[in-house]
């Protein structure tokens, strides 16, 4: 499916000689792409940056500051935003896509938390039945083209997983990070965080 995603982010990337480079190529795509919304209330950038504002206010590590940065890359890359009509109706799981496509530049202990976001949300929910409510009409859009609830077989699963707790971390920062009212610092804030986590 990667082959069906936006190549000249990656082709950009590949052509950069220095990790600088590479985040700064990394940095104008989500700024130059990340205008369209995805939620109800903030475009994708504006989230991004929140949601990396928000790892990096409560003292956590490079690498979740990143993630949290390029969770949703997956939705610039295959162009899924709400200006399409055809918005939400199919699961084009954007956090394996971002995963794949960046793992050539990054740890597992960046992309894991990315890769695993969308699971989070169906694992809190799932053991947390009164934060679904919390959750914003798009999530809960989402939430139901994405599975849904988990079987208790698919929850022990997810608890398998390296770094499944990051990916709840994360989540949390992903739905807190939807606030039309707010102002943070830009993306180039966490350029050095970048640049640490690059291979």
């Given at each position: ?71 949703d890359l997956g939705h610039l890359l295959a162009d899924e935003n709400d200006n ?30 990315i890769r695993l976001h969308v699971n989070a949300k169906r694992y809190i929910c ?59 610092p830009p993306i180039e804030t966490y350029r050095s965080e970048a640049v640490r986590?690059?291979?």
């Open positions: 499916m990667i082959n069906q995603l936006d190549q000249s982010l990656k082709i950009a990337l590949d052509k950069a000689a220095t990790k600088e480079e590479k985040v700064d190529i990394l940095f104008s795509y989500i700024t130059e792409n990340g205008q369209t919304n995805y939620d109800e209330m903030v475009t994708q950038y504006q989230h991004a940056v929140q949601a990396a504002f928000l790892a990096k206010n409560e003292g956590f590590s490079d690498e979740m500051v990143t993630a949290a940065l390029l969770h399409h009509d055809d918005f939400l109706e199919e699961d084009l799981n954007h956090e394996e896509l971002a995963a794949a496509y960046l793992k050539e530049y990054f740890s597992d202990t960046v992309l894991d938390p799932t053991t947390d039945r009164a934060y679904y409510d919390t959750l914003s009409e798009a999530s809960k859009r989402s939430f139901a083209v994405q599975g849904g609830f988990m079987s208790e077989t698919e929850v022990a699963e997810f608890e398998q997983e390296v770094h499944y707790k990051e990916a709840v971390t994360l989540r949390h920062w992903d739905d807190k990070a939807k606030q039309s009212e707010i102002t943070v986590c690059m291979l």
